[in-house]
Every structure is written in C-alpha cells, then in structure tokens.
C-alpha cells in the first residue's frame, strides 16, 4: 500500500515571500525541528544563492552529526543546467528541479524562449546533469501543474521517470484546485505515469489543505506514494500554503483516514513548539483560530460548549492537545529577566545558560560561546530562545560556519 510522505518547504518557499524571512541560525532551527518531529525532507535551501553557501554546508554537517534525525535536507533550483552544477558544488546531493509547464506560463513567461517540447528538453538534462552529478533524490517540479494541459504533463512526468527523477511535483502554484479536480488529475497522473508524485499546494481560494489531502489520496489510489508539500504555520507565497501541523491531523482524525498511512514516524509533541517558534522567528503571530496551535484551538465558553467540553472532551474536541505537547510551551517568565545578546557580558551569558541547565568547564570556552550568541544575536534581532542558545553551546564550530557571510 503506498503511503504519504511529507516535504516541509518553510525554508524555501515560506522564506522567498514577501516579507517574511529568517535568519540562518533560525532556518536552521527549523530544520533541527523539523527533524525531531519526524518529517521526511526539508527543502532547506536555495543552492543557487550565495548567501546560502556557508548555511548549507553547515546544515549539512548538522545532519551528519544527527542533529536532524533522519530528515533529508534537499535544495530546490532551477530546472536548468547551471543551476544543477553550482548546487552540486555547495555539496547538496538532494534536490527538487523546477520549470513552468502550463501554457499561461510557457507563452507569458518564457515568451517564446521555450515551448512543450524545449520545456521536456531543458528538464531531462537537468535531471540527468544531477544524477551524473551524483545526486541521490531527484524530484521534478512542474509549476503551475494545475493550469496545465494534463496529457503534457503525463508525458511531462514520463520523460522525468525515464531520465532517473524519483518524484514528480504537481504544483497548484496559484491555489486554483478544488478537492475533487485534484483528485483526480493526479490520481490519472500516478496511474499513467507509476512516478510517486508531490502535492504543492497554494492557499490563494483557501483550499491548501483540503486539496494536499485529496491530492495525496489521487495519488495513493492511483498506485504510488505521496508526499505532501507543507510549510509550519501555512505561510508561504501570498495566502501561503498547506500548513504542516493541520495536513498531518487531517490524516490521522478526518473521516475515512483509516486506511491512509504516514511514512514517517511523526511526533506530535513537537509541533507546538514548532509552531511557535516559527511564530516568534518570523514575527507573525498565529491566528486566534489556528488548527491545533491557536489560542482558541481548545477554548470553550458559550453555554453549551463549556459544559459539552466539561462533561466528555470528545462532545466539542476532536483530538487532545496533549498530543501536540502544548504545555512545554505555555510557560511565561515573571519577575526578573535576564537575556543574553548582542551586547551581553559573562555573568548574564553563564546565567542564562546555567538555567538551561549549563555551566562551563572555564572561561575560555564561555567567552568562546559568548560570541557566537553575541554574533547569533546580531543576526536574528531578537531575544534568543533556549533552542537557539543549546544549539550554539552544542555545535559551535557548525554555528560559527553558519553565521559567517561574506559578501
Ligand atoms: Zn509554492
């Protein structure tokens, strides 16, 4: 029975929109997250972008030392050759390869530099550069997948397989599926085609979820794995995209899910913290009614519901919040605080640490660390949290790497 994977794309596609952005340490922690929670792959970076360069490799060894579990770290390019070599030389072996495959896009956006067939050209040589490149996973974004002509992208996706591609990513670039058209253009996709295939799903009509699901269904139906594209909190392009935490509960607690089954072994306990720690890193407050991690997800007041609620949990809730691990994150400081930063010193720095349960051995290696925090600091403009700072304490030759950017 094939099953349903899930590829978290925070740190690309959430990243790339307008006015949203992180900092390297904070991608990072992400992926650290993403990693203990389970999932299978993060598309964690823009290869092709030099900035990126020193935050790759260092995530990279991150990964060796098992810092992320067993999450796979893939980097998303252009679907051109150039592109495909320079990523390969950050040291990227995982990779999603995008190119426009809708008429919109082709005519309007290519202008007549490419049509279908230089489309299907341009892609089977970049896919076959990455695996003569060495390459372990290659997955093949058709963007705009949803407005494009289907039979195109069966053959699309045939000449993808052929070339060595492991995925094919149908993207609804612009959020213009429904459920039911989704279902079943890739479930006809997957049966044509026996490629596993990736829902990339768009918020733009509100829909992201409800078609990453239906989607993940076509392709399950249709005879091949899914993986469903999802970034923590929904955000991404414009009205964002599937949000992470409420594709995973769909699966597990929505009707006729009993014979879906989730590949990875997802631990629920980290998505509050996730999702909170996206909250804070990006700076965009979750939404009072947030699945599972706003703060009306299990608040009851009317009359009815209170005592609903009161009498059986199950009257008015559907699942429990003690699976999301909600309570580690719901303590406040009060009274006195001290933080460490920027400008900090040793005594607050040691303070700080000792509270996270961390003393050092001298004051070598405490002012060693006191300035990846202060330079840490420097990066992210705000308070850092205790993630970040036994990150720094932890890897500190792998943080140094990452926060260094030469232009
Ligand atoms: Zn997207």
Redesign the pocket.
């Known amino acids: 029975m094939p099953k349903i994977y899930f590829i978290d ?1 925070t740190n690309r ?1 959430t990243v790339q929109a307008s006015r949203i952005s992180l900092a390297k340490i904070q991608k990072t922690m992400v992926n650290i997250y993403l990693g203990e929670m389970g999932v299978h792959q993060s598309e964690f970076a823009f290869p092709r972008t030099k900035h990126e360069e020193n935050y790759i490799k260092a995530n990279l060894e991150l990964q060796e030392l098992g810092a992320m579990g067993n999450l796979v770290l893939e980097g998303w390019c252009r679907a051109i050759t150039p592109d495909v070599d320079a990523s390969l030389a950050t040291g990227v072996r995982d990779f999603n390869l995008s190119i426009s495959t809708s008429d919109q896009m082709i005519q309007h956006k290519f202008r007549g530099k490419l049509d279908r067939s230089k489309i299907i050209e341009e892609m089977v040589e970049a896919v076959s550069f990455a695996r003569n490149g060495g390459a372990r996973t290659i997955g093949v974004n058709a963007e705009d997948a949803s407005r494009s002509d289907l039979n195109f992208l069966i053959e699309f996706a045939g000449a993808a397989k052929e070339a060595g591609a492991d995925r094919v990513r149908y ?1 609804d ?1 612009l959020g213009y599926e429904t459920p039911d058209s989704i279902y079943q253009r890739i479930r006809t996709l997957a049966e044509k085609v026996k490629l596993p295939v990736e829902q ?1 799903c ?1 918020n733009d009509l509100g829909m992201a979820v409800a078609n990453s699901i239906a989607g993940a269904r076509g392709a399950v139906d249709g005879g091949v794995d899914a993986y469903i ?1 999802t970034s923590v909190n929904g955000l ?2 414009r009205a964002g ?1 599937a949000d992470l935490l409420s594709c995973v509960l769909a699966i597990k607690f929505a009707r006729d899910m009993e014979n879906v089954e989730i590949g990875d072994a997802i631990n629920l306990k980290v998505a509050g913290r996730l999702a909170k720690y996206a909250s804070y890193a990006f700076g965009v407050p979750i939404p009072i009614n947030q699945p599972g991690v706003g703060a009306n997800a299990f608040a009851h007041e009317a009359g009815i519901h209170a005592d609903g609620a009161l009498k059986d949990r199950r009257n008015y809730e559907l699942y429990d919040y003690e699976l999301l691990g909600l309570e580690e994150v719901a303590q406040q400081p009060n009274g006195r605080i001290i933080t460490t930063g920027e400008y900090g010193g040793l005594a607050g720095f040691k303070y700080v640490y000792s509270k996270l349960g961390i003393e050092f051995p001298d004051d070598e290696t405490a002012a060693n660390i006191l300035d990846l925090v202060r330079y840490a600091n420097a990066h992210t403009q705000q308070p850092l949290t205790d993630g970040e700072l036994r990150l720094i304490f932890k890897y500190p030759e792998q943080v140094r790497k990452l926060l260094t950017m030469t232009p």
């Open positions: 794309v596609d993207c670039t990339h768009h594209n991404g392009e995209q």
